[in-house]
C-alpha cells in the first residue's frame, strides 16, 4: 500500500464517518420533530374533543330554552284566548296608544261608550302624569 492509498482510505474513512454522523443527527432530529408533532395533534384532539363536547352541550340548552319557550308562548295565547272581553280591552288600550277617539273604540272594539270614554279618561290622565313626571 502506497502512501496515497492510505490517505485516500483514511479520507474515506473520515467521510463515512462524517455522513454516518450526519445521518445520525438527521435522524434524531427527525425524531424530536415527530415526538413535537405527535405531541401537537394530542393537543389539537383534546381541544376538538372539548370543543365538540361543549357545542353539544350548548345545543341541548338550545334546544331546552327553545321548548320552554314554546310552551310560553302557548300559554300566553291561552291566557289572550281565554277571556274575550279582556282581549278588547286590551286592543282597545293599544288603539289608545295609537291616538284612537272614542267613537274608534266602541266601533272597533266593540265595548259600551261610556266604558271607551272611562279608557280614554284614564288614558288621558296617565299621560298627563307621567309627562309631568318626566318634567321634573
Given at each position: 500500500m502506497t502512501?496515497?492509498?492510505v490517505l485516500l482510505i483514511s479520507?474515506?474513512?473520515v467521510v463515512?464517518?462524517?455522513f454516518a454522523g450526519i445521518s445520525m443527527f438527521t435522524f434524531y432530529r427527525q425524531k424530536q420533530h415527530e415526538r413535537q408533532y405527535k405531541a401537537l395533534v394530542t393537543v389539537l384532539r383534546n381541544e376538538i374533543r372539548?370543543?365538540?363536547g361543549s357545542s353539544i352541550g350548548m345545543g341541548k340548552r338550545l334546544v331546552d330554552i327553545e321548548k320552554k319557550?314554546?310552551?310560553t308562548v302557548e300559554?300566553?295565547?291561552e291566557l289572550e284566548n281565554r277571556d274575550p272581553?279582556?282581549?278588547a280591552y286590551n286592543q282597545a288600550a293599544r288603539l289608545m296608544e295609537m291616538g284612537a277617539d272614542v267613537d274608534d273604540l266602541v266601533?272597533?272594539?266593540g265595548i259600551g261608550r261610556p266604558e271607551a270614554e272611562l279608557m280614554a279618561l284614564l288614558h288621558k290622565e296617565l299621560h298627563t302624569h307621567t309627562g309631568l313626571e318626566k318634567k321634573h
Open positions: 502512501e496515497t492509498s479520507l474515506l474513512v463515512v464517518f462524517l372539548s370543543m365538540t319557550l314554546n310552551i300559554k300566553q295565547l272581553g279582556e282581549l266601533k272597533d272594539c
